[in-house]
């Protein structure tokens, strides 16, 4: 990374002696601009989202990248919702997008914007470039335009309105304006070459009508900028230097380039692509997500099985598990895709230093220590995390009534079974040795209903004094202090590693790749009571079982814990459709 002087904003300060290896291209063009003084000294980038949806995962790096420049060079980010098209756009998406960045820890300041900002100024361009003969208003129907505009191998052709007069192109343009023509009618599009290679150049639309009140506006427009016009001028307008963006707009460089120069803007921002986030086993597509939420196949968008921001939020991820897993995956310019689990890896690493140990016993199964004396309660040590014992420890309850998981029970075990089983011995973790005596039964169902064991008093801790061993080791939850709750286990959201491409790479319904396992809900948990004191967004290891989170939109009586992320990778290392 760069070596930087918090005292310093000189570019003779961030010079390419002080790169490291491991210094991207990004960086790298910041940093030949420094030195050449192209941008008198200036780093300034802007993070541009649509209000149409929820951020996600994707645009977790598209963040990190454009706010983590401009800390790094002594710049400034902007924050600008692209709010160009008020049919699909919402003012939830503005709160929680602005909601997402701060709890990713980036702050814009006094620099928040919206492309609305602009519609005036747009508006003054668009007829700029009327007067200049490079914009024309269209009146061909849309499927005209989609057959007009040719295909990649083939060039497109001129409409039979492209050699309107500059005079009438301003009259259309104004009534546009004004609202006198229906929507579709017309469209302003910019004159460049319908014989370009790069579909992009053909006459794109620059302008179309939509009699649709805007959130900011309200009803004084009734006709709107296209994405590709607004972006550039709307980097212009706030003096961006270096508008970073995914490759698949690479293709629309030369575009953004052309309006820049045709206008003689007084500034000229670099459009600099960078490979975007594609994730396996999760869909990036903020349309089908959308579907997802809309036909409830999903909570909403802050469901934890979603790749939104506030869905990885919700689930127990930490802004700091995501920036790091930004910053590993670096900067590229080539596609590919990143396996789930170096994820799950980020925050895993990141708990495992961090999160309390606690223990949760999932499916109770009851055991009665029989010679336990009877209305005692003791309360024993419990460290709170092994790595890291400046966190200390805690006291929990033990008496002769206690759950543990219904797993660590074999009444016929099978070969190598170190758990409890009839006549064998079994280690409580910060306990006793115990044994199991008896097996009591349901009479009619069959069903084990409790287990009646005895303690060795002497193994107070987990340990025997005349060393002998058991390999067995099991979590438990005291009977007379238990809470009550909610565990919901949460695995991938898709079957497929592609969502929406088949085994043979063809195109199929995403939604036959739902993974119908993507949560199981416990109601009939046992927590340790020091989870009572737990608060929304509270991170902890339950011991044998994961990593877990109290839900921060629990409206239930009982806690609801989320699994953030198992212990280990419980899937195949090759791929994610199979178990270990």
């Known amino acids: 990374m760069i070596s930087k002087n ?49 951020l996600h995962i994707g645009h977790a790096k598209a963040i990190c990248i454009n706010f983590g420049l401009a800390n790094e060079f ?25 909601e997402d960045v701060r709890w990713l820890g980036f702050e814009w300041g006094e620099h928040e914007y919206y492309a609305s900002d602009y519609y005036d100024r747009l508006y003054d361009f668009a007829v700029q ?73 053909r006459d794109p639309v620059i302008y179309r009508i939509r009699k649709v009140s805007h959130h900011r506006t309200g009803d004084k427009w009734c006709i709107y900028p296209m994405y590709d016009f607004t972006h550039c001028l709307s980097d212009m307008l706030e003096g961006i230097t270096h508008s970073i963006c995914t490759l698949e707009f690479e293709d629309h460089r030369p575009l953004y380039d052309w309006f820049l120069d045709e206008l003689k803007t007084p500034c000229h921002p670099q459009q600099i692509e960078f490979a975007r986030l594609n994730l396996s086993y999760t869909m990036m597509s903020k349309r089908r997500l959308l579907e997802l939420v809309q036909e409830k196949v999903v909570s909403g968008w802050d469901d934890p099985r979603m790749p939104t921001l506030s869905g990885f939020r919700r689930r127990g991820y930490t802004p700091s598990a995501i920036r790091t897993f930004c910053e590993r995956i670096g900067v590229a310019k080539a ?16 708990l495992n230093q961090k ?52 797993d660590d029970f074999s009444e016929n075990p099978p070969p190598k079974y170190f758990r409890l089983s009839p006549g064998k011995e079994m280690r409580l973790k ?62 991938q959201l898709f079957t497929a590693e592609h969502p929406g491409v088949g085994a043979d790479g063809e195109e199929v319904d995403y939604r036959s790749q739902v ?38 939109c629990c ?18 290392g090759g791929g994610r459709g199979k178990k270990k």
């Open 555 to 572: 409206q239930q009586r009982s806690p609801v814990f989320n699994r953030i992320v198992t212990l280990k990778d419980s899937w195949a």
């Open 430 to 491: 910060h306990a006793y040795y115990i044994k199991c005596d008896e097996v009591i039964k349901d009479p009619s169902s069959g069903k084990i209903l409790e287990l009646h064991c005895t303690y060795d008093p002497t193994t107070k801790g987990g340990w025997s004094a005349d060393g002998r061993k058991v390999m067995g080791t099991a979590h438990w939850v005291n009977v007379g202090t238990a809470i009550d709750g909610i565990v919901r286990l949460y695995n």
């Open 335 to 350: 596609n590919s895709t990143v396996d789930y689990a170096l994820l799950e890896f980020c925050i895993r690493e990141e």
């Open 74 to 98: 002594h710049g400034r980010c902007h924050l600008r919702m692209d709010d160009t098209n008020p049919c699909k756009e919402d003012v939830e998406y503005i709160d929680s997008i602005k």
């Open 355 to 406: 999160a309390t140990r606690v223990m949760a016993v999932l499916k109770p199964l009851k055991v009665v220590i029989t010679n336990y004396p009877e209305g005692q309660v003791e309360e024993l040590d419990a460290e709170n995390n092994s790595e890291d014992p400046s966190m200390g420890s805690r006291k929990i309850p033990f008496s002769r009534e206690i759950y543990i998981e219904e």
């Open 515 to 552: 993974n119908p396992n993507s949560v199981e809900e416990i109601t009939s948990c046992k927590f340790e009571p020091s989870l009572a004191q737990a608060t929304a967004e509270q991170r902890y290891q339950f011991l044998r079982q994961g990593y877990f989170c109290l839900d921060r």
């Open 129 to 201: 470039l009327i007067k200049l003969g490079k914009a024309y208003v269209d009146s061909l129907s849309a499927e005209e335009l989609r057959e007009h505009r040719g295909t990649l191998t083939q060039g497109g052709r001129a409409g039979r309105y492209r050699e309107r007069s500059i005079e009438e192109n301003l009259d259309l343009f104004t009534r546009m304006k004004n609202g006198e023509f229906e929507d579709g009618s017309h469209v302003l599009r910019a004159k460049i070459d319908m014989n370009s290679p790069n579909l992009n150049m």
């Open 6 to 54: 918090d005292n310093k904003n000189s570019p003779d300060n961030i010079s390419s002696s002080t790169v490291s290896t491991s210094t991207n291209f990004i960086q790298q063009i910041i940093l030949d601009d420094l030195e050449s003084d192209k941008h008198q000294g200036k780093v300034v980038t802007r993070f541009p989202p649509e209000p149409n949806g929820y």
